[in-house]
Structure formats: structure tokens, C-alpha cells
């Protein structure tokens, strides 16, 4: 559904550290999951994406994993750093209707 | 190729009053897509346009609307502002063809309304 009644989580973690962002979906239909970096004053930016039929994929310092059982992703960032520091959003695609839904994002501080 | 590009990127504007924004996608993107902002309520979808015809729409009042014209450059429009549409709307671009739905976001609007 709609994010709604914004806390935003947030996550501290040391330069360096790996650092892993989890994100509950809700709808059992989605078939199409991106993470978004979003830094302040700009828009969100695409990281990765990941298809229903995987449940895990690779990118430069990032991983994303599915867990469709419970509707779960994760999103795991090696060796950040200071430039990582940002909100973090996922979004599904509930298939083929041409409309993302967001997480409620996670606020990623990174400490030098 | 250059980003999605959105303007103006502020805006002010009184209670009562229309706005309306521009969206220019990806060069060869058909798909674009408007999103609100609020600390509130997230990130939130307008609607989405494909070859100039809407396709799907959020849940949002008539006052929202939106237009695609054929070189695929999009508009939003909102009138009768009230206070609560001080957002940050987002506009998306994605070619939307088979295995190629990512959306690409530009900067953003920043609207604030008095």
C-alpha cells in the first residue's frame, strides 16, 4: 500500500562498514523491485533493480536480496562511505500497471 | 544522454492559485511519470503517461492533471492550490518497453504554497 505516518528509520554506521538496509513490500503481485539514493535537495537516483524471478543480484558495491516469501528486500552496500550518506528507498512495481510504489525510505548516515 | 529535466525547479505561489510544471524525459523515453514528495506522506504517484494518453492514475484529487504532448515532454498542472500542496514533485521517465521499466527521476519541483 501507501506509505504512510512517516518515521523515517535511520541507520548510522562507520566509514568503511558494510551496511544493510531492509525494506518490507506489500503487495504479492510486484514483480519488479528498484532501490533509489536519494540526497538532499535532488531526486531519487536509481542503484539497482531486481526482477520476482531472482533473489539476488550483484552491482558495483551493491547487492540486492529478495525474499518473496516474506516479502522482503535488502539492500547491502559494502564499504561505504561518506558519499553514500542519503535516504534510501525501495519501490515495486505491481506489475505492468506502469506505477511505483515507495518504502517509506531509511535514512543512511555515514560517520568518517 | 541528459537527464530528465523539470522546471522551474521553485516555485511560490498563494492559496487559490494554478501552477503548472514541465517535465522533459530521457531522449527516446515514451514513459513519464509524476510523483509527490512530502515529509508527511512520501513519496506519492500522480499518474503516468505513455504516447500521450494517461494510463494509469494515483489517488489524488481532479484538481491534478496532467498532459503529454507527441515529443513525449509532459506538463502537470494543479489548480486551486491549497496549503497542503507544498510538496516536491517529481517527474520519471523510462522507456517502458519489455525489461526496460526502470524509471529515471529528474530533480524535482519545489513548490510552496502561502
Known amino acids: 500500500g501507501e506509505s504512510v505516518g512517516l518515521h523515517l528509520p535511520t541507520l548510522s554506521v562507520q566509514e568503511g562498514d558494510n551496511s544493510i538496509i531492509n525494506c518490507a513490500y506489500s503487495?504479492?503481485?510486484?514483480?519488479?523491485f528498484i532501490w533509489y539514493k536519494q540526497e538532499s535537495g535532488k531526486g531519487p537516483q536509481f542503484i539497482i533493480d531486481i526482477r520476482s524471478n531472482m533473489d539476488k543480484r550483484q552491482g558495483q558495491r551493491v547487492t540486492v536480496l529478495l525474499n518473496k516469501t516474506v516479502k522482503h528486500l535488502s539492500l547491502q552496500i559494502a564499504a561505504t562511505q561518506p558519499g553514500d550518506s542519503a535516504v534510501y528507498f525501495c519501490a515495486e512495481n505491481p506489475g505492468s500497471n506502469y506505477k511505483l510504489t515507495f518504502g517509506k525510505g531509511t535514512l543512511l548516515t555515514v560517520n568518517p | 544522454k541528459a537527464g530528465v529535466t523539470q522546471t522551474p525547479r521553485y516555485l511560490i505561489k498563494t492559496r487559490g492559485q494554478q501552477v503548472t510544471l514541465s517535465c522533459s524525459p530521457i531522449?527516446?523515453?515514451?514513459?513519464v511519470s509524476w510523483y509527490q514528495q512530502t515529509p508527511g506522506q512520501g513519496l506519492q504517484f500522480l499518474f503516468e503517461y505513455f504516447s500521450e494518453t494517461q494510463r494509469n492514475k494515483g489517488n489524488f484529487p481532479g484538481r491534478f492533471s496532467g498532459r503529454q504532448f507527441s515529443n513525449s515532454r509532459s506538463e502537470m498542472n494543479v489548480s486551486t492550490l491549497e496549503l497542503g500542496d507544498s510538496a516536491l514533485y517529481l517527474c520519471a521517465s523510462s522507456p517502458q518497453r519489455a525489461g526496460e521499466e526502470t524509471q529515471y527521476f529528474g530533480p524535482g519541483t519545489r513548490l510552496l504554497v502561502l
Open positions: 503487495n504479492s503481485a510486484s514483480d519488479y
Open positions: 531522449s527516446g523515453h515514451r514513459s
